[in-house]
């Protein structure tokens, strides 16, 4: 909601929209760390700008359009699969938002009254006045310090191993995705860098498998 309130959908300038999504994604400038030369190739960031801003236009006679485009990548794409996951088929998973009335409601709804970012507490004092008095949770802050820098040492450490006792061919792959993913450990601002790296690696590691697999499997 943050970038939505910060970047108004444009239609004449999509082209920038995608730019300023670009430098918004979690891996951002960290990017070029894990790319070889070849994958960079394949996966530029004139590739995804392009693809940005093809998907921008098909949410362009959204009632809010920006809105409609992430729930129908971001939610939809990545984080939906959450919750099932983590119940590994063994247990009920409801979604509630996504029942076909409700999410109809809801899209419809125009931008200018989500905003602001009130429209949900608002629903709800008007729903529930009882409990109006009731304040909402606030998230957080993320803190940078010593115990988030040994779990994500921690978490690198599984990876590699994972990597060493159960897909050794990832060592040697083409692209040193793992010996690209290590080379970001150095220099300031390293534990940051490396695991906002370390999702995309795992994920960049399993195309270049399936892809060796496929080329296999080719007569």
């Known amino acids: 909601m943050e970038f939505i309130r910060a970047n108004p959908y444009d239609p004449a300038d999509l082209p920038g929209l995608a730019d300023r999504l670009l430098a918004a994604s979690r891996t951002g400038p960290h990017v070029e760390h ?3 030369p070849r994958t960079n ?3 530029s960031r004139q590739a995804a700008r392009r693809r ?9 006679d959204s009632a809010s ?3 409609s485009f992430f729930f129908w990548n971001r939610t939809r794409r990545s984080i939906s699969a959450a919750p099932f996951a983590l119940g590994d088929g063994r247990v009920l998973t409801h979604t509630p938002y996504l029942d076909h009335a409700l ?3 809801l899209a419809s709804v125009p931008h200018r009254f989500l905003v602001d970012g009130t429209f949900h507490d608002r629903a709800l004092h008007r729903a529930f006045p009882e409990h109006a008095d009731l304040g909402f949770a606030s998230s957080v802050p993320q803190r940078h ?3 988030l820098v040994a779990h994500r040492l921690a978490y690198l450490l599984r990876f590699l191993a994972h990597a060493t006792v159960v897909e050794p061919g990832w060592w040697r792959g083409p692209d040193r995705f793992l010996q690209r993913l290590l080379a970001a450990g150095r220099g ?3 534990p ?7 999702p995309l690696a795992l994920y960049l590691l399993q195309l270049e498998d399936l892809a060796v697999r496929r080329a296999r499997r080719r007569p």
């Not at 940005?52 to 362009?60: K, S």
């Open 34 to 36: 894990l790319l070889s």
């Open 41 to 43: 190739a394949l996966w």
């Open 52 to 60: 940005l801003v093809t998907e921008l236009a098909r949410h362009a």
């Open 65 to 67: 359009p920006l809105s």
């Open 103 to 105: 999410f109809d409601h």
């Open 145 to 147: 310090g010593p115990v």
């Open 188 to 190: 300031p601002g390293a």
């Open 192 to 198: 940051q860098r490396v695991s906002r790296l370390q």
